[in-house]
């Protein structure tokens, strides 16, 4: 390997790991609110819309993932610096890495409230308040790329 691609290798690792991390983290999560609907529609089906909009809310995610893409693809080139490689690398892995997680436990936050509205409580607008918890370091992760970006370029 030569070291000129040293920076464009780490820059598309970088990416790889922000949309596959995120995206994943997505997945599992709308993936965990979906199975505890199929159950939940047993008890009361009449709810579906309230189960829906709880299973698809881990989806953001994933979109912060792709949206991170746009925000550094215009830095991606290759006459680009080893320390925008590594900081493109960094990003990727930083939002990656929280949006995996912050997905998975939205996606449980979100199946338990799903499971508690088909027992017959009101408790939509208090799982979406506190599905915003984990959501809200996803968007502290997506606003520090922005960041990054910034210093990159």
């Given at each position: 390997m030569e070291f000129g691609s040293l920076p464009l290798i780490l820059a598309f690792t970088g990416i790889g790991l922000l949309i596959a991390l995120a995206g994943t983290g997505s997945a599992i999560g709308t993936s965990t609110g979906a199975m505890t609907t199929i159950g939940a529609l047993k008890k009361r089906p009449e709810a579906f819309g309230s189960y829906l909009i709880l299973s698809a809310l881990p989806g953001t995610q994933g979109l912060y993932g792709f949206a991170g893409f746009f925000i550094l693809q215009d830095l991606i080139s290759p006459e680009m610096t080893l320390l925008q490689g590594a900081g493109i690398l960094g990003g990727g892995i930083g939002l990656g890495i929280v949006g995996l997680l912050s997905g998975i436990y939205q996606g449980r936050i979100c199946a338990n409230g799903i499971d508690s509205i088909s027992s017959g409580n009101d408790v939509f607008g208090q799982t979406m308040i506190?599905?915003?918890?984990?959501?809200?370091?996803?968007?502290?992760?997506?606003?520090?790329?922005?960041?990054?970006?910034?210093?990159?370029?």
């Open positions: 506190l599905a915003v918890f984990p959501e809200l370091y996803a968007i502290i992760a997506f606003a520090a790329l922005f960041m990054i970006r910034g210093v990159l370029g």
